[in-house]
């Protein structure tokens, strides 16, 4: 590995006041706000991102990450800025429902969708490849922006998982192999020729409880 690295903190945001004590739903662009446990998730991220030397904060234009990311940047008193190239993939009329429902209203969309889910578009949505052309554009350019810095994206389960996935060099037929819950940190150091994913789904819930015990 040569030339300088950024190093991406990159974050998913908090629990939304749409799956809190209920199934979870799909969110893609559908605006909703972070439910109390989402916010205290975000701040254990802040409080451990306190001590980062943080140069730049950035989300998607949805409130769940924004909201998120204003949390985080307000440790380090600079404005977090928000991207629409970093919007969750859009899941079109399937928005806002839980799994049962859409397979209750749309049968033979759900099973074309779960057949080939790199593909397939949800009814005036997006597929894999669709919001990996515009998420992967906007991450090179922050990492170009960002060179020699420390930074912060505060994204979506499908947008890390897109982001991880670059990264890593893997398939899209792969992408559920790679798990995001709310509230986690990923720490990816970019170099000029590669790219080294030192921390993935971590300080989660579970495992923040594990570390203060220890």
């Known amino acids: 590995m040569s030339g300088a690295y950024a190093r991406l903190y990159l974050v998913r945001h908090g629990e939304t006041s749409n799956v809190?004590?209920?199934?979870?739903?799909?969110?893609g662009h559908i605006d909703v706000d972070l439910s109390p446990r989402g916010i205290r998730q975000i701040e254990r991220i802040a409080q451990y991102l306190a001590a980062m030397h943080i140069a730049s904060v950035y989300s998607s234009?949805?409130?769940?990450?924004?909201?998120?990311?204003?949390?985080?940047?307000a440790r380090h008193r600079i404005?977090?800025?928000?991207?629409?190239?970093?919007?969750?993939?859009?899941?079109?009329?399937?928005?806002?429902?839980?799994y049962e429902e859409v397979?209750?209203?749309?049968?033979?969309?759900?099973?074309k969708r779960f057949s080939d889910f790199v593909n397939y578009r949800a009814p005036g949505g997006e597929n894999l490849l669709d919001a990996r052309k515009r998420v992967i554009p906007t991450l090179k350019e922050l990492i170009r922006i960002n060179q020699g810095k420390e930074f912060v994206i505060v994204g979506h389960g499908g947008v890390n998982i897109l982001i991880l996935h670059d990264a890593l060099g893997l398939d899209l037929k792969d992408f559920f192999r790679?798990?995001?819950?709310?509230?986690?940190?990923?720490?990816?150091?970019?170099?000029?020729?590669?790219?080294?994913?030192?921390?993935?789904?971590?300080?989660?819930?579970?495992?923040?409880g594990s570390l203060l015990k220890a």
Do not use: H
């Open 61 to 73: 234009d949805l409130t769940r990450s924004i909201k998120s990311a204003s949390i985080i940047a």
């Open 178 to 208: 790679i798990r995001q819950d709310f509230g986690c940190l990923n720490i990816i150091d970019y170099y000029e020729d590669s790219a080294v994913v030192r921390m993935m789904n971590g300080f989660t819930e579970g495992l923040w």
């Open 79 to 98: 404005k977090a800025v928000s991207l629409e190239g970093l919007r969750e993939v859009g899941q079109g009329s399937w928005e806002g429902l839980t």
């Open 20 to 27: 809190q004590n209920e199934a979870p739903r799909y969110g």
């Open 103 to 111: 397979l209750e209203r749309y049968p033979e969309e759900a099973k």
